[in-house]
Protein backbone atom coordinates (compact mmCIF):
# COMPACT_ATOMS: atom_id res chain seq x y z
CA UNK A 1 0.00 0.00 0.00
CA UNK A 2 1.30 3.12 -0.88
CA UNK A 3 1.01 5.90 1.11
CA UNK A 4 -0.49 9.12 -0.10
CA UNK A 5 2.16 11.17 1.21
CA UNK A 6 4.67 9.17 -1.54
CA UNK A 7 2.46 9.07 -3.77
CA UNK A 8 3.12 12.31 -5.90
CA UNK A 9 6.53 11.20 -5.29
CA UNK A 10 6.38 7.86 -7.10
CA UNK A 11 4.29 9.45 -9.98
CA UNK A 12 7.11 11.67 -10.96
CA UNK A 13 9.22 8.39 -10.40
CA UNK A 14 6.85 6.79 -12.41
CA UNK A 15 7.14 9.83 -15.18
CA UNK A 16 10.67 9.91 -15.37
CA UNK A 17 10.90 5.93 -16.14
CA UNK A 18 8.48 6.14 -18.42
CA UNK A 19 10.03 8.58 -20.32
CA UNK A 20 13.43 6.56 -20.26
CA UNK A 21 12.17 2.96 -20.75
CA UNK A 22 12.25 3.09 -24.14
CA UNK A 23 12.42 -0.82 -24.30
CA UNK A 24 10.69 -3.47 -22.50
CA UNK A 25 13.99 -3.98 -19.74
CA UNK A 26 13.96 -7.00 -16.99
CA UNK A 27 15.78 -6.16 -13.90
CA UNK A 28 16.59 -8.28 -11.03
CA UNK A 29 17.13 -7.24 -7.72
CA UNK A 30 19.34 -9.75 -6.18
CA UNK A 31 18.78 -9.23 -2.45
CA UNK A 32 16.06 -10.44 0.08
CA UNK A 33 15.64 -7.17 2.04
CA UNK A 34 15.57 -5.23 -1.14
CA UNK A 35 12.43 -7.50 -2.10
CA UNK A 36 10.94 -6.51 1.20
CA UNK A 37 11.55 -3.11 0.83
CA UNK A 38 9.87 -3.04 -2.64
CA UNK A 39 7.26 -4.93 -1.70
CA UNK A 40 6.75 -2.45 1.42
CA UNK A 41 6.36 0.37 -0.45
CA UNK A 42 4.16 -1.03 -3.17
CA UNK A 43 7.20 0.13 -5.65
CA UNK A 44 6.21 -2.53 -8.43
CA UNK A 45 3.00 -1.39 -9.08
CA UNK A 46 4.33 2.25 -10.12
CA UNK A 47 6.64 0.83 -12.47
CA UNK A 48 5.73 1.56 -15.79
CA UNK A 49 4.89 -1.96 -18.03
CA UNK A 50 7.85 -2.16 -19.47
CA UNK A 51 9.88 -2.81 -17.03
CA UNK A 52 9.74 -6.06 -15.04
CA UNK A 53 11.44 -6.32 -11.56
CA UNK A 54 11.84 -9.89 -11.04
CA UNK A 55 13.37 -11.45 -7.07
CA UNK A 56 16.59 -12.89 -7.39
CA UNK A 57 18.21 -15.36 -4.68
CA UNK A 58 19.19 -12.70 -2.03
CA UNK A 59 17.73 -14.68 0.65
CA UNK A 60 20.32 -16.90 2.75
CA UNK A 61 17.44 -18.90 4.54
CA UNK A 62 15.65 -19.68 0.84
CA UNK A 63 18.84 -20.68 -1.08
CA UNK A 64 19.69 -23.21 1.66
CA UNK A 65 19.26 -26.52 -0.16
CA UNK A 66 17.00 -29.05 1.55
CA UNK A 67 19.77 -31.76 2.24
CA UNK A 68 22.10 -29.32 4.18
CA UNK A 69 18.54 -28.11 6.50
CA UNK A 70 17.41 -31.68 6.86
CA UNK A 71 21.29 -32.40 7.64
CA UNK A 72 21.69 -29.80 10.54
CA UNK A 73 17.63 -30.61 11.48
CA UNK A 74 19.37 -34.53 12.24
CA UNK A 75 21.91 -32.64 14.61
CA UNK A 76 19.13 -30.69 16.34
CA UNK A 77 16.98 -33.56 16.58
CA UNK A 78 19.36 -35.98 18.07
CA UNK A 79 19.92 -33.92 21.19
CA UNK A 80 23.59 -34.21 21.22
CA UNK A 81 23.73 -30.85 21.45
CA UNK A 82 22.45 -27.26 21.94
CA UNK A 83 21.33 -25.44 19.37
CA UNK A 84 21.96 -21.65 18.75
CA UNK A 85 20.56 -19.94 15.74
CA UNK A 86 18.78 -16.35 14.44
CA UNK A 87 14.90 -16.71 14.81
CA UNK A 88 14.75 -16.90 10.97
CA UNK A 89 15.43 -20.13 10.93
CA UNK A 90 13.21 -21.62 13.65
CA UNK A 91 10.17 -22.30 11.55
CA UNK A 92 12.27 -23.22 8.15
CA UNK A 93 10.52 -26.79 7.31
CA UNK A 94 13.12 -29.56 6.70
CA UNK A 95 11.51 -33.51 5.59
CA UNK A 96 10.85 -34.22 9.28
CA UNK A 97 9.93 -30.61 11.25
CA UNK A 98 11.76 -27.70 11.55
CA UNK A 99 13.65 -26.57 14.76
CA UNK A 100 10.41 -25.02 16.48
CA UNK A 101 9.08 -28.73 16.16
CA UNK A 102 12.16 -30.24 17.83
CA UNK A 103 12.17 -27.72 20.50
CA UNK A 104 8.66 -27.97 21.30
CA UNK A 105 9.43 -31.91 21.68
CA UNK A 106 12.11 -31.38 24.08
CA UNK A 107 15.46 -30.68 21.98
CA UNK A 108 17.54 -27.44 23.58
CA UNK A 109 17.79 -24.36 20.72
CA UNK A 110 18.34 -21.00 21.59
CA UNK A 111 17.58 -18.02 19.28
CA UNK A 112 20.74 -15.99 19.31
CA UNK A 113 21.35 -12.23 17.78
CA UNK A 114 24.47 -12.72 16.94
CA UNK A 115 27.26 -15.62 16.83
CA UNK A 116 29.46 -13.82 19.71
CA UNK A 117 26.03 -14.37 21.56
CA UNK A 118 26.58 -18.10 20.81
CA UNK A 119 30.27 -18.17 22.03
CA UNK A 120 29.03 -16.54 25.14
CA UNK A 121 26.64 -19.38 25.86
CA UNK A 122 29.91 -21.82 25.12
CA UNK A 123 31.96 -20.17 27.63
CA UNK A 124 29.14 -19.98 30.76
CA UNK A 125 27.96 -23.79 30.33
CA UNK A 126 31.24 -25.51 29.59
CA UNK A 127 29.98 -28.69 30.15
CA UNK A 128 27.35 -28.34 26.60
CA UNK A 129 28.10 -28.35 23.44
CA UNK A 130 26.94 -25.53 21.44
CA UNK A 131 26.66 -25.15 17.90
CA UNK A 132 25.63 -22.38 15.98
CA UNK A 133 24.23 -22.92 13.03
CA UNK A 134 26.12 -20.34 10.24
CA UNK A 135 24.15 -19.31 7.33
CA UNK A 136 24.36 -15.96 5.41
CA UNK A 137 26.52 -14.63 2.84
CA UNK A 138 29.48 -11.91 3.05
CA UNK A 139 27.80 -9.63 5.24
CA UNK A 140 27.12 -12.07 8.15
CA UNK A 141 29.69 -14.56 7.37
CA UNK A 142 32.31 -12.14 8.92
CA UNK A 143 30.31 -12.43 12.47
CA UNK A 144 30.83 -16.00 12.44
CA UNK A 145 34.69 -15.41 11.92
CA UNK A 146 35.11 -13.31 14.56
CA UNK A 147 33.44 -15.92 16.92
CA UNK A 148 35.24 -18.56 15.47
CA UNK A 149 39.04 -16.55 16.15
CA UNK A 150 37.72 -15.88 19.71
CA UNK A 151 36.98 -19.83 20.49
CA UNK A 152 40.24 -20.23 19.16
CA UNK A 153 42.32 -17.76 21.00
CA UNK A 154 40.09 -18.81 24.48
CA UNK A 155 40.97 -22.81 23.38
CA UNK A 156 37.12 -22.89 23.82
CA UNK A 157 36.20 -26.77 23.45
CA UNK A 158 32.16 -26.42 23.64
CA UNK A 159 31.37 -24.29 20.38
CA UNK A 160 31.28 -25.28 16.92
CA UNK A 161 29.85 -24.14 14.18
CA UNK A 162 27.88 -25.99 11.66
CA UNK A 163 29.09 -23.98 8.35
CA UNK A 164 26.59 -22.98 5.90
CA UNK A 165 27.73 -19.81 4.52
CA UNK A 166 27.44 -18.15 0.85
CA UNK A 167 29.15 -16.03 -1.71
CA UNK A 168 27.03 -13.75 -3.71
CA UNK A 169 29.14 -13.20 -7.13
CA UNK A 170 29.43 -17.08 -8.49
CA UNK A 171 25.23 -17.08 -7.85
CA UNK A 172 25.42 -13.79 -10.14
CA UNK A 173 27.42 -15.75 -12.77
CA UNK A 174 25.18 -18.82 -12.73
CA UNK A 175 21.86 -16.45 -13.39
CA UNK A 176 24.25 -14.83 -16.55
CA UNK A 177 24.65 -17.95 -17.78
CA UNK A 178 21.52 -19.60 -17.99
CA UNK A 179 19.86 -18.74 -21.29
CA UNK A 180 16.52 -18.74 -20.17
CA UNK A 181 17.07 -15.45 -17.94
CA UNK A 182 17.53 -13.14 -20.16
CA UNK A 183 18.00 -10.33 -17.13
CA UNK A 184 19.17 -6.57 -18.56
CA UNK A 185 20.58 -5.21 -15.26
CA UNK A 186 20.65 -6.37 -11.71
CA UNK A 187 19.92 -4.12 -8.54
CA UNK A 188 22.86 -5.18 -6.57
CA UNK A 189 22.77 -5.39 -2.47
CA UNK A 190 24.15 -3.13 -0.26
CA UNK A 191 25.04 -5.01 2.66
CA UNK A 192 27.05 -7.55 1.01
CA UNK A 193 28.78 -4.89 -1.18
CA UNK A 194 29.42 -3.21 1.77
CA UNK A 195 31.70 -6.18 2.45
CA UNK A 196 33.18 -7.12 -0.91
CA UNK A 197 32.95 -3.84 -2.55
CA UNK A 198 32.52 -3.33 -6.40
CA UNK A 199 35.35 -5.38 -7.77
CA UNK A 200 33.69 -9.14 -7.64
CA UNK A 201 30.83 -7.48 -9.71
CA UNK A 202 32.71 -6.40 -12.36
CA UNK A 203 32.94 -9.32 -14.36
CA UNK A 204 29.63 -8.63 -15.24
CA UNK A 205 29.24 -5.92 -17.62
CA UNK A 206 33.15 -7.00 -19.15
CA UNK A 207 32.34 -10.76 -19.61
CA UNK A 208 28.39 -10.99 -20.25
CA UNK A 209 27.61 -7.19 -20.81
CA UNK A 210 25.33 -6.35 -18.19
CA UNK A 211 25.71 -3.88 -15.78
CA UNK A 212 24.23 -3.10 -11.85
CA UNK A 213 23.85 -0.81 -9.22
CA UNK A 214 24.20 -1.04 -5.43
CA UNK A 215 21.82 0.30 -3.81
CA UNK A 216 20.08 1.27 -0.57
CA UNK A 217 17.03 0.08 0.74
CA UNK A 218 14.88 3.18 1.05
CA UNK A 219 11.94 3.42 -1.90
CA UNK A 220 14.14 6.06 -3.38
CA UNK A 221 17.61 4.59 -3.24
CA UNK A 222 15.72 1.91 -5.14
CA UNK A 223 13.57 3.82 -8.02
CA UNK A 224 17.26 5.66 -8.77
CA UNK A 225 18.98 2.48 -8.99
CA UNK A 226 16.39 1.51 -11.45
CA UNK A 227 16.33 5.09 -13.41
CA UNK A 228 20.25 4.56 -13.73
CA UNK A 229 19.94 1.24 -14.86
CA UNK A 230 17.78 2.08 -17.44
CA UNK A 231 20.23 4.82 -18.52
CA UNK A 232 22.97 2.47 -18.69
CA UNK A 233 20.69 -0.21 -20.98
CA UNK A 234 19.80 2.81 -23.13
CA UNK A 235 23.45 3.95 -23.66
CA UNK A 236 24.65 0.67 -24.23
CA UNK A 237 27.01 1.14 -21.42
CA UNK A 238 26.75 -1.50 -18.90
CA UNK A 239 28.84 -0.74 -16.05
CA UNK A 240 28.48 -1.11 -12.07
CA UNK A 241 27.43 2.21 -10.29
CA UNK A 242 27.68 2.18 -6.55
CA UNK A 243 25.14 4.26 -5.48
CA UNK A 244 24.98 3.58 -1.98
CA UNK A 245 28.50 5.25 -1.21
CA UNK A 246 27.76 6.78 2.05
CA UNK A 247 27.79 2.44 3.23
CA UNK A 248 29.67 1.15 -0.03
CA UNK A 249 33.29 1.69 0.12
CA UNK A 250 34.92 0.95 -3.67
CA UNK A 251 37.21 -1.57 -1.89
CA UNK A 252 34.36 -2.72 0.72
CA UNK A 253 35.58 -3.65 4.03
CA UNK A 254 38.77 -4.71 4.58
CA UNK A 255 39.10 -5.63 8.28
CA UNK A 256 36.26 -8.08 7.06
CA UNK A 257 37.72 -9.33 4.54
CA UNK A 258 40.95 -10.08 6.38
CA UNK A 259 38.70 -12.27 8.86
CA UNK A 260 37.08 -13.83 5.92
CA UNK A 261 40.10 -14.77 4.47
CA UNK A 262 41.87 -16.01 7.94
CA UNK A 263 38.65 -18.32 8.65
CA UNK A 264 37.55 -19.33 5.56
CA UNK A 265 38.45 -20.99 1.76
CA UNK A 266 36.16 -20.78 -0.99
CA UNK A 267 34.42 -24.45 -0.99
CA UNK A 268 31.68 -25.66 -3.38
CA UNK A 269 27.87 -25.22 -2.49
CA UNK A 270 24.72 -26.18 -3.39
CA UNK A 271 22.21 -23.78 -3.84
CA UNK A 272 18.21 -24.18 -3.63
CA UNK A 273 17.01 -23.27 -7.11
CA UNK A 274 20.85 -22.84 -8.60
CA UNK A 275 21.93 -26.28 -7.95
CA UNK A 276 26.04 -26.67 -6.86
CA UNK A 277 27.89 -23.69 -7.84
CA UNK A 278 31.75 -23.79 -7.98
CA UNK A 279 33.70 -21.58 -5.44
CA UNK A 280 30.43 -20.08 -3.51
CA UNK A 281 30.95 -21.68 -0.24
CA UNK A 282 32.34 -20.64 3.01
CA UNK A 283 34.51 -23.61 4.66
CA UNK A 284 36.49 -23.20 7.52
CA UNK A 285 40.32 -23.36 7.23
CA UNK A 286 42.54 -26.72 8.02
CA UNK A 287 43.21 -24.66 11.27
CA UNK A 288 40.24 -24.20 12.25
CA UNK A 289 38.95 -27.55 11.46
CA UNK A 290 38.34 -28.38 14.92
CA UNK A 291 35.52 -25.53 15.15
CA UNK A 292 33.31 -27.15 12.12
CA UNK A 293 30.52 -28.89 14.02
CA UNK A 294 30.10 -31.33 11.02
CA UNK A 295 33.27 -33.04 11.28
CA UNK A 296 33.46 -32.72 15.02
CA UNK A 297 29.34 -34.67 15.38
CA UNK A 298 30.23 -36.60 12.10
CA UNK A 299 27.31 -35.84 10.18
CA UNK A 300 26.97 -36.88 7.10
CA UNK A 301 24.90 -35.39 4.27
CA UNK A 302 20.99 -36.04 4.57
CA UNK A 303 19.70 -37.29 0.58
CA UNK A 304 18.74 -34.62 -1.51
CA UNK A 305 14.60 -34.46 -0.85
CA UNK A 306 12.53 -31.75 -2.56
CA UNK A 307 9.27 -30.40 -0.22
CA UNK A 308 6.75 -31.82 -2.31
CA UNK A 309 5.15 -29.19 -4.50
CA UNK A 310 7.21 -26.47 -3.45
CA UNK A 311 8.93 -24.26 -6.53
CA UNK A 312 10.44 -22.20 -4.14
CA UNK A 313 14.14 -22.72 -6.85
CA UNK A 314 11.85 -21.40 -9.64
CA UNK A 315 10.83 -18.50 -7.25
CA UNK A 316 14.71 -17.96 -6.25
CA UNK A 317 15.92 -17.83 -10.06
CA UNK A 318 13.25 -15.23 -10.85
CA UNK A 319 11.34 -17.53 -12.68
CA UNK A 320 8.52 -17.80 -11.66
CA UNK A 321 6.22 -15.42 -9.53
CA UNK A 322 5.45 -16.96 -6.06
CA UNK A 323 1.76 -16.23 -6.75
CA UNK A 324 1.73 -18.89 -9.46
CA UNK A 325 3.23 -21.60 -7.08
CA UNK A 326 -0.30 -23.59 -6.70
CA UNK A 327 0.75 -23.95 -2.65
CA UNK A 328 0.86 -20.11 -2.43
CA UNK A 329 -1.43 -18.85 0.16
CA UNK A 330 -3.39 -22.34 0.28
CA UNK A 331 -1.37 -24.87 2.10
CA UNK A 332 1.50 -22.54 1.96
CA UNK A 333 0.94 -19.30 4.37
CA UNK A 334 3.70 -17.65 6.43
CA UNK A 335 1.79 -19.48 9.27
CA UNK A 336 2.18 -22.58 8.08
CA UNK A 337 5.08 -22.68 4.95
CA UNK A 338 5.80 -25.34 2.93
CA UNK A 339 8.78 -23.48 1.42
CA UNK A 340 11.39 -21.46 2.93
CA UNK A 341 10.55 -18.06 1.02
CA UNK A 342 7.24 -18.25 2.62
CA UNK A 343 9.12 -18.09 6.18
CA UNK A 344 12.07 -16.01 5.48
CA UNK A 345 11.94 -12.33 6.40
CA UNK A 346 13.61 -12.08 3.65
CA UNK A 347 11.55 -14.44 1.56
CA UNK A 348 10.36 -13.54 -1.78
CA UNK A 349 6.93 -15.56 -1.31
CA UNK A 350 6.71 -13.96 1.98
CA UNK A 351 6.94 -10.33 0.45
CA UNK A 352 4.23 -11.23 -2.28
CA UNK A 353 2.27 -12.73 0.65
CA UNK A 354 1.74 -9.60 2.96
CA UNK A 355 2.73 -6.82 0.65
CA UNK A 356 1.72 -7.76 -3.00
CA UNK A 357 -1.70 -8.48 -3.19
CA UNK A 358 -0.57 -12.52 -2.62
CA UNK A 359 -2.97 -11.98 0.99
CA UNK A 360 -5.97 -11.02 -1.11
CA UNK A 361 -4.75 -13.49 -4.08
CA UNK A 362 -5.23 -16.58 -1.43
CA UNK A 363 -8.66 -15.74 -0.21
S1 LIG B 1 4.41 -20.47 -2.13
FE1 LIG B 1 5.31 -21.85 -0.62
S2 LIG B 1 5.53 -23.81 -1.67
FE2 LIG B 1 5.22 -22.22 -3.23
S3 LIG B 1 7.29 -21.59 -3.82
FE3 LIG B 1 6.62 -20.22 -2.19
S4 LIG B 1 7.39 -21.15 -0.30
FE4 LIG B 1 7.51 -22.74 -1.89
Redesign the pocket.
Known amino acids: MIEDGKRKYFRLFRDELERIAVRPVRLMEVCGTHTMAIGRAGLRQVLPPQISLVSGPGCPVCVTADADIDSFLGLAKERRVTVATFGDMMRVPGNEGSLADFRAAGADIRVVYSPLEALELARSNPGQEIVFLGIGFETSAPGTAQAIIRAGREGLKNFSVYNLHKTVPQALQVLLDDPGQALDAFILPGHVSAIIGEAPYRFMPEKYGVGGAIAGFEPTDILAAIARLVKDINSGCPRITNLYGQVVRPGGNTAAQQILAETFEPCDADWRGLGMIPGSGLKLRPRYAGFDAALKFGVSRAPAKVRA????GE?LKGILR?VA?P??GRT?TPEH??????VSSEGT?AAYYLYEGGKAHAS
Open positions: GCRCVPCLFCPVGPCMC
